[in-house]
C-alpha cells in the first residue's frame, strides 16, 4: 500500500486549495512519478472545482443504483462484481492522477450508506496507487466513522489566528480520543501575514503542534478563487506554489 494523506481543518481555512495546491505540485514537478488517487469525501465537492474537473458521476449517485439494484437485478447477479463495475464508472482519470469525488446523494437520509460505499471502494483501490490524497470535510466525523484507513500522514489546515491554531489542538486531541491512526500529524497556517509569522510559530509550539509550512497570503490564488479559475493554472511565482514545495518535501514527496 502507498502512502496515504488526509487534509482536514476547520472551514473556511483554505484546506481544498491545500489539497489542490499539493496534487498540482506532485504533477507538475517532472521529477516526481507517482500513481495517485485524490478522493473528495467533502459532499459539497469542491475539490474537483480546484483541479478543474467535470464531475459526472459521484459516488452518491452510485448509492443511488446499488439502492435500486436490490430490487432491480437478479437474485444471482454477483453484487460484488456489479460494484466493481460501477466503480469503474465514476473514477475519473485525469492527467498525473484519478479522481474520486463522494459528492451529495439524492433525497433525504443521512450519508451511511455513501460513507460504506466510500470505506469499501477505499478498500478496494488503494492499493493500487503510490499516494493517496484525501480532501476531508471539516471535523473528524469521517475518521471517527473509521470511513478511512490508517493513515501515513494527517494534515491540519488553520488560519493565522489563535482560535485556529487552538482548532488544531483540538483536532490532534480528538484523533488521539477516537484512536485514529497516523503516522505524522503536521499543522499548515494558512493567509498567513509577514508580520505574524514569529508569533505564529511561537504560539504552535506552546501548543505542541508542528507547523510543516507557512502560506502567505496570495493575491495571485485570490484572484483565481475569485472568478473561479482552475488552481491547476497558477503560475509557478505564485507565494502559495512556493510554499506548497516546502510541505511536499516535508512529508517525503
Known amino acids: ?12 481555512t483554505g484546506k481544498t486549495a491545500v ?14 512519478k507517482y500513481n495517485i488517487l485524490a478522493i473528495d469525501a467533502d459532499p ?41 463495475s460501477k466503480l469503474f464508472e465514476i473514477l475519473m482519470e485525469e492527467e498525473g492522477y484519478d479522481l474520486l469525488v463522494m459528492g451529495k446523494p439524492e433525497g433525504s437520509g443521512c450519508y ?27 471535523g473528524l466525523e469521517h475518521f471517527s466513522r473509521k470511513t478511512v484507513p490508517d493513515l501515513d500522514v494527517l494534515i491540519v489546515v488553520t488560519d493565522e489566528s489563535r482560535r485556529g491554531l487552538t482548532t488544531g489542538e483540538r483536532i490532534r486531541d480528538l484523533a488521539k480520543e477516537i484512536e485514529l491512526k497516523y503516522k505524522e500529524l503536521y499543522v499548515i497556517v ?39 479559475d482552475p488552481l491547476m493554472g497558477l503560475p509557478e511565482d505564485s507565494l502559495a506554489i ?7 518535501k516535508g512529508i517525503g514527496l
Open 19 to 32: 489539497t489542490a495546491l499539493l496534487i498540482r505540485n506532485l504533477v507538475k514537478d517532472s521529477g516526481k
Open 242 to 248: 512556493q510554499e506548497i514545495e516546502q510541505v511536499a
Open 44 to 84: 459539497d465537492a469542491n475539490l474537483a472545482d480546484a483541479l478543474g474537473v467535470k464531475v459526472d458521476k459521484t459516488i452518491g449517485d452510485m448509492r443511488e443504483f446499488m439502492q435500486q439494484a436490490r430490487y432491480t437485478t437478479s437474485p444471482d447477479t454477483d453484487k460484488q462484481a456489479l460494484f466493481e
Open 1 to 12: 500500500m502507498g502512502k496515504i494523506i488526509a487534509i482536514t481543518g476547520k472551514g473556511g
Open 112 to 138: 451511511c450508506f455513501v460513507n460504506n460505499l466510500l470505506r469499501g471502494i477505499m478498500d478496494k483501490t488503494v492499493t493500487n496507487y503510490d499516494l493517496v490524497i484525501i480532501d476531508t470535510p471539516a
Open 190 to 228: 494558512n493567509k498567513v501575514t509577514l508580520d505574524r509569522k514569529n508569533v505564529i510559530l511561537g504560539v504552535a509550539k506552546s501548543l505542541g503542534l508542528e507547523v510543516i509550512a507557512t502560506i502567505p497570503y496570495d493575491e495571485k490564488l485570490a484572484k483565481f478563487d475569485l472568478v473561479g
